[in-house]
């Protein structure tokens, strides 16, 4: 009989428990199957959401048979004629009222919301913990129920239809998350560093402006393409306060009315390459914006839980 005699490193090897070959043959298969489901998983859903993009975008240069026809096949001329005339139909006028509403809003938002979050954050006083829940408890009411108080309000302002209310109503709608987002945020960062600048003489203003306001850069930044992103989208409240309330009053209508309009106004004369025009020139700004700021926006909302 002939013994095998191994080395120590080779028997620990094959022990279970320490990485040997017999536990790495058991492990690989659970490890494939998890990245195949996961890997599916991913080009499943890029797909619900890049194919109707396509063909969303594909449909602007097509026909109304076209259209009708199969739904990813190539357009038979490639030409602009559709965009021209959603942009004569008023698209022009509403993407201009949305860009108006948008240049005030974000960076309002964005202000006021990160002044309210950096208190709440770095100062303790009595009624913190309050007036934090209670600015974050508006992020869960349904503006569905304000509308109408929200109304009579804005109209005893003499606010309906301009450009300065749907603003100001713009700022109040995104200032919950935007204060839960940067409140934690602000706790992320060093207190040293404001410590500092106390002991240096700097003022409270200084401090927020010149010291936090560049280390919230990523918070910020990703907090702002959500704001950009819902106040570009919101349809309800445009739909109750930016309509015409006499005669002589002039539509004032965004995006998201526009182009409820534009397709209403085809009646039964159907153009279905002009509303898909419209559509695509609403969504490529967005598009742009997001793939700009994707990799900020990543590290925005991994920063506070890495530190």
Known sequence: MTTVVKAPGEAAAERPGNGGPGEDRGRRPDGVVLNVFSHGFLAVWAALIVLPLVWLALGSFKTDAQIGGSALTWPARWNLDAFGRAWDKGIGDY????????????????????????????????????????????????????????????????????????????????????????????????????????????SHTRIFFQVMVP????????????????????????????????????????????????????GYATDLPVLFAGVTIAMIPMLVVYLSFQRQIQAGLTSATLK
Do not use: C
């Not at 913190?128 to 929200?150: K, Q, T, W």
């Not at 839960?180 to 040293?192: K, Q, S």
């Not at 930044?221 to 950009?228: A, D, H, L, M, Q």
């Not at 739909?239 to 965004?254: A, C, F, I, K, N």
């Open 95 to 202: 993407f201009a009222n949305t860009l108006i509403v948008m240049v005030f809003s974000v960076p309002l938002t964005m202000l006021f919301g990160s002044m309210a979050a950096y208190v709440l954050a770095r100062y303790p006083f009595r009624g913190n913990r309050f007036i934090y829940y209670f600015f974050v408890s508006g992020a869960m009411f349904p503006v569905f129920l304000a509308l109408v108080p929200l109304f009579f309000m804005v109209k005893r302002f003499d606010m309906l239809n301009t450009y300065h209310g749907l603003v100001l109503v713009y700022v109040a709608y995104s200032m919950p998350f935007t204060v839960f987002f940067m409140h934690a945020f602000f706790r992320t960062l060093p207190t040293a560093v404001h410590e500092a600048a106390v002991i240096d003489g700097a």
């Open 215 to 266: 280390m919230a850069k990523p918070g910020l930044i990703s907090v702002g393409i959500f704001n950009t992103l819902g106040q570009w989208n919101q349809y309800i409240l445009p739909s109750v306060l930016m309509q015409p309330q006499t005669g002589s009053d002039p539509e004032r209508y965004l995006l998201t009315q526009g182009l409820i309009q534009l397709q209403q106004q085809q």
